[in-house]
Structure formats: structure tokens, C-alpha cells
């Protein structure tokens, strides 16, 4: 299994980015996948997480903010990100939990 991720960017503290990753994998529907974030010097963080079936959970720090979403039939998963704010700032990772495999990372950057 591979993952692709893309999306990342520059915007002002209050915009918006989507983040999308592809896995190359089968059975995608199956997966948990998720995104981290991770700033220099600090460990990866867990910002959302989607069940097969498409329940999904978010730590406090983006819950209302992030949305994580999937589309089985393309083996994608999204990351939408509203009110961003300049702490959100780090290189995003996709992750597929079935698999235990890293997407390549994607920078995000918000600026106040």
C-alpha cells in the first residue's frame, strides 16, 4: 500500500485548505485512515480519524474546525480544514491504521 498526499499550502489564519490523500491499496473500504500533523522538534499528532463505514473522531484542538471524509469507490481520503489558525501549521501526514503505512507528507502553512 502507498499514499499520496496533496493539498498543502499557504493561507492566512481564517481560510481554508483540503488536504486529499490516495492509497494505491485494495479493499480501501475496509481501512482506517486518518491524519497526523507534526511540527519540527515535536511528535506526530493525531488530528482526525474515519472508520470503515465512515464514523470519525477528532481531538479538541480541531473538532468544528476539521472535517475528515472518504470516498471508497477512489480510494481517497480528505481532510477539510475551515478556520485555520496559525498553531495548525506542520507537515500533514495521511495514515492508513489497517496497514500501518505513512503517506510522504504535505506543508501546511498559516500565517497570522
Known amino acids: 500500500v502507498q499514499l499520496q498526499a496533496s493539498g498543502g499550502g499557504l493561507v492566512q489564519a481564517g481560510g481554508s485548505l483540503i488536504l486529499s490523500c490516495a492509497s494505491s491499496?485494495?479493499?480501501?473500504?475496509?481501512?482506517?485512515m486518518g491524519w497526523f500533523r507534526q511540527i519540527p522538534g515535536a511528535q506526530r499528532e493525531l488530528v482526525a480519524f474515519?472508520?470503515?463505514?465512515?464514523?470519525?473522531s477528532y481531538p479538541h484542538s480541531v473538532k468544528g474546525r476539521f472535517t475528515i471524509s472518504r470516498n471508497d469507490a477512489e480510494n481517497l481520503v480528505f481532510l477539510q480544514m475551515n478556520s485555520l489558525k496559525p498553531e495548525d501549521t506542520g507537515v500533514y501526514y495521511c495514515?492508513?491504521?489497517?496497514?500501518?503505512?505513512w503517506g510522504q507528507g504535505t506543508q501546511v502553512t498559516v500565517s497570522s
Open positions: 495514515h492508513d491504521f489497517t496497514h500501518t503505512v
Open positions: 491499496g485494495s479493499n480501501f473500504s475496509l481501512n482506517t
Open positions: 474515519i472508520h470503515s463505514g465512515g464514523s470519525a
